[in-house]
């Protein structure tokens, strides 16, 4: 097949794509025009006044510009410049012809956004040869362009299906906690009946934790996390963390071990947030400790106006390239343990939402974990600037249903 045939054949798959020429002399559109219609592209368009760019690429969306660099009124370099302000979406080739061009001007115009140079006068098989490989290369990226906008709305459509879901299921559970845990009170139930209860309250409220898990998922992906911050005691928060997980400490006979030890630890934050922190990362430690192993939490100033928390255990320990994966949302190392791989990722959307930092380290496998997060202490000065700056929002009382 003849060169030129199998240019025809390129041109004929690009067919619809459009071509914009911008030069202000009629001759070279007309002979480019002629060029590319006898090569079989069908959607050529010319302007000779350069001042109608932008408005033109408006209305006819060009995939490749060809553009001549010497022209009154506006030269193909500010062209370039507006046509670059103005990219969006896939990229835009251009393609600039000119007759003689120095370094000078060639650098100043691929500085300014050129794709490629076509010299004067022109060569019509290279001419041609050219724009298929910027067609191909446009149409690739419209491809890519159409995947891309495909993948977000497939993962915008779950976020909603997520955020919907867990909220529909999380309604029922209600109120047989509420009848479960009261009935379980009642003085003259048969043990049997009694331990029954209490192993339906117990697998409500677990199940009840993995769907608000999901909720506030769902609530950080859509940017519907708020923030309530009030001046709060890392210390306080601490121990109000270890309470809930006391139960779970004392059944696996593990060691708690407290060295508190900073002395600057109050926080402007949200509480029950930032609880729900320190709560994750201390169920973790129990559940990835074996019976009788340690856990220790300490904490200490980093500075004067840093406070980091340090919750460490001795339990199976993380390889190095799990300990960036494991704060993705769904990331287990070992998925046979109870939970969906949320907490974590949502520990460090709150931390970092406070401006804070939570990282990983271990030694290796069967080596212990220590997770540790650093928050700004507020101290007395800091505090008393952000009451005289505090807003109306952040004084009333929160509604804390964010979904
Ligand atoms: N203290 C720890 N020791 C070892 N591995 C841990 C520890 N904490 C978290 N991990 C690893 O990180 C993963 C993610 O933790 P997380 O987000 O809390 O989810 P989940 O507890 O539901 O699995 C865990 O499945 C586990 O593999
Ligand atoms: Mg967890």
């Not at 070279?28 to 219609?37: I, K, R």
């Not at 300014?112 to 050219?130: I, N, S, W, Y």
């Not at 926080?267 to 994750?280: K, P």
Request: hydrophobic share 40%; with cysteine.
């Amino acid at each position: 097949m003849k060169e030129t045939e199998q240019l025809h054949g390129a041109a004929s798959r690009f067919s619809e794509m459009k071509i914009l020429i911008i030069d202000d002399e009629l001759s070279n559109v007309a002979l480019l025009e002629d060029l590319l219609s006898g090569s079989g592209y069908t959607n050529v368009k010319s302007i000779l006044d350069p001042r109608l760019t932008l408005e033109t690429c408006k209305e006819f969306a060009p995939d490749v510009v060809l553009l001549d660099l010497r022209m009154p009124h506006m030269d193909g370099f500010a062209v370039l410049e507006a046509l670059r302000a103005n990219d969006r979406g896939a990229f835009l080739p251009v393609i600039v012809l000119t007759a003689d061009i120095d370094a000078q001007s060639k650098y100043r115009a691929l500085r300014a956004g050129a794709t490629d140079f076509l010299l004067k006068p022109l060569d019509h098989l290279e001419v041609l040869l050219r724009m298929g490989l910027f067609m191909e290369r446009r149409r690739i990226e419209y491809e890519l362009h159409n995947e891309k906008e495909k993948a977000e709305a497939a993962s915008a459509a779950k976020d909603r299906f997520l955020a919907m879901a867990s909220h529909e299921l999380r309604t029922p559970l209600t109120p047989v906690l509420i009848w479960a845990s009261g009935t379980a009170q009642e003085p003259d139930l048969s043990p049997n009946l009694q331990d029954g209860l209490k192993m339906i309250c117990r697998n409500v409220e677990l199940e009840a934790r993995m769907i608000d898990d999901m909720l506030d998922l769902t609530r950080i992906t859509r940017g519907k996390l708020g923030l309530y911050r009030r001046p709060a005691d890392a210390h306080e928060l601490i121990g109000h963390a270890i309470d809930i997980v006391r139960s779970d400490i004392e059944a696996r006979h593990l060691n708690l071990r407290l060295a508190l030890d900073a002395s600057e630890h109050k926080l402007r934050v949200d509480s029950a947030r930032l609880q729900q922190v320190f709560w994750n990362l201390l169920r973790n430690a129990c559940k990835f400790t074996p019976e009788q192993g340690t856990i220790a939490i300490r904490s200490f100033n980093d500075g004067p106006e840093k406070i980091c928390i340090e919750i460490s255990d001795n339990g199976v320990g993380l390889e190095p390239q799990s300990l960036e994966k494991i704060f993705n949302a769904f990331e287990q190392v070992d998925s046979r343990k109870e939970g969906l791989g949320l907490g974590l990722a949502i520990s460090k959307a709150i931390t970092e939402m406070h401006g804070g930092t939570i990282r990983a380290r271990s030694e290796g496998l069967g080596k212990g974990t220590t997770f540790a997060v650093t928050l700004a202490v507020e101290n007395e000065s800091i505090e008393r600037d952000h009451l005289t700056e505090g807003t109306d929002a952040e004084k009333s009382e929160p509604n804390r249903n964010e979904s």
